[in-house]
């Protein structure tokens, strides 16, 4: 089963951390993600606001969070 498949995958690459076995894009209406690593930043109400792409640091996203 596709179960077996991802623990196998994770523990393999030793991956600690979640991560989606499908592309959440479509039904979030985020069809244009081409570069990983990409972060969506939401609003307090559940609104969609920006999507940055690349690493980010504490100070980043404190600043789009004080906007």
Do not use: C, W
Not at 39 to 47: H, W
Request: charged share 30%; proline share 9%.
């Amino acid at each position: 089963p596709k179960e077996a498949l991802h623990r196998d995958f994770y523990a393999r690459f030793k991956m600690e951390y979640p991560a989606l076995i499908k592309d959440p894009g479509p039904s979030l209406g985020l069809n244009d993600v081409s570069v990983v690593p990409a972060t969506f930043v939401y609003t307090p109400e559940g609104r969609f606001y920006k999507v940055l792409y690349g690493a980010q640091r504490r100070s980043s996203l404190e600043r789009i969070i004080r906007k």
